[in-house]
């Protein structure tokens, strides 16, 4: 099984702030899923990313898959309270498995 | 199109007491999964199904049943509710288990 995780776990900055989360596993995988979870809500995917050393923008989020396929970074750039939530990374199954690893997941909390 | 639907949004139970989780899809996904999640665990795969007619465990199964007599509905089923069961319960639908996960709100339950 392999195993995802996340740091940090918790998060609590300032508006207009910038941060960065990362996800890390110790084998190498096909691509990295991120979610974004808002209180009382289910998570919803943000992005999927495939190729190593690839770099997606989604306005002001830059998600990064790392060179070697084993780790995964996701920088918010001047931070906003909307951003708050429950950030989640997620890989693909391998070998038999046909099930998504979820990671334990960042908290962020983003005040004015 | 409602996407992935869950009801109830919240239970409260006895311990013993047993009930049933329904969740629906209407996106005629073949993959649909359940997972609980609690504080500092992220999502945990309690049982998933890659079709009509076929179902499989996940991490933490015990206690929990399934079943999957169409492609639009897969309801999770505790036999005896325990107080170990209280969690959030997020079902999801993909088109495979390696695509993006559609979740929905959850539903909150609380065993006493």
């Known amino acids: 099984t392999q195993l995802l995780e996340q740091s940090p776990q918790f998060l609590s900055i300032q508006e207009g702030e910038n941060l960065t989360v990362y996800c890390n596993s110790s084998s190498v995988f096909s691509s990295l899923q991120w979610y974004r979870q808002e209180p009382g809500e289910g998570p919803v995917l943000l992005v999927t990313?495939?190729?190593?050393?690839e770099v997606k923008k989604l306005k002001r989020l830059t998600f990064q898959f790392g060179d070697a396929r084993k780790d995964s970074s996701l920088h918010i750039t001047a931070a906003q309270p909307g951003d708050t939530g429950l950030y989640l990374c997620?890989?693909?199954?391998?070998?038999?498995?046909?099930?998504?690893?979820f990671g334990t997941g960042t908290r962020l909390q983003v005040t004015l | 199109n409602a996407g992935v639907t869950q009801t109830p949004k919240f239970q409260v139970l006895k311990t013993g007491q047993s009930m049933t989780l329904q969740c629906a899809q209407d996106m005629n996904h073949e993959y649909m999964s359940w997972y609980r999640q609690d504080p500092g665990m992220g999502l945990r795969l309690i049982h998933y199904s890659v079709g009509a007619g076929i179902t499989d465990q996940g991490e933490v199964p015990n206690g929990y049943n399934v079943s999957r007599s169409t492609t639009e509905d897969f309801p999770l089923r505790l036999l005896s509710a325990a107080p170990s069961q209280t969690s959030v319960y997020f079902c999801?639908?993909?088109?495979?288990?390696?695509?993006?996960?559609?979740f929905g709100p959850g539903t909150r339950l609380t065993v006493l």
């Open positions: 997620a890989i693909p199954p391998t070998g038999t498995a046909s099930k998504l690893t």
């Open positions: 990313v495939v190729t190593g050393g």
């Open positions: 999801a639908s993909s088109p495979s288990g390696i695509h993006e996960q559609f």
